[in-house]
Nanobody
Framework: QVQLVESGGGLVQTGGSLRLSCAAS????????MGWFRQAPGKERERIAA????????YYADSVKGRFTIVRDNTNNTMYLQMNSLKPEDTAVYYC????????????????WGQGTQVTVSS
């Protein structure tokens, strides 16, 4: 069982930056693809960024492309989401997730979820 714990959320002004972290409890983290999702009030949860097991490929939703960067540190079982040029529409609860696949280019739903961290961008 992989446990995921997010941190780094908070309140930031438009144009600001935040870095989210996702710490995994198991070494098996190193062998699976990971992703960041978010859910805004009244909206469905959406995947915004994902990364293959070895960091070789990354994937971004159009809404965050060029502003957000996903990276992982398999040595420390941690994944990050650097968020720059934040906008009010980025306000949401952000979740990290682990797949049961090597590649994040998958239609499968993640197998494990973190508890979420709130990001609020003020205008």
């Amino acid at each position: 069982q992989v446990q995921l714990v997010e941190s780094g959320g908070g309140l930031v002004q438009t144009g600001g930056s935040l870095r989210l972290s996702c710490a995994a409890s198991a070494r098996s983290f190193r062998a699976v693809a990971m992703g960041w999702f978010r859910q805004a009030p009244g909206k469905e949860r959406e995947r915004i960024a994902a990364i293959d097991w070895n960091g070789g490929r990354t994937y971004y939703a159009d809404s965050v492309k060029g502003r957000f960067t996903i990276v992982r540190d398999n040595t420390n079982n941690t994944m990050y989401l650097q968020m720059n040029s934040l906008k009010p529409e980025d306000t949401a609860v952000y979740y990290c997730a682990a797949y049961n696949t090597l590649s994040a280019q998958t239609l499968r739903a993640p197998a494990h979820w973190g508890q979420g961290t709130q990001v609020t961008v003020s205008s």
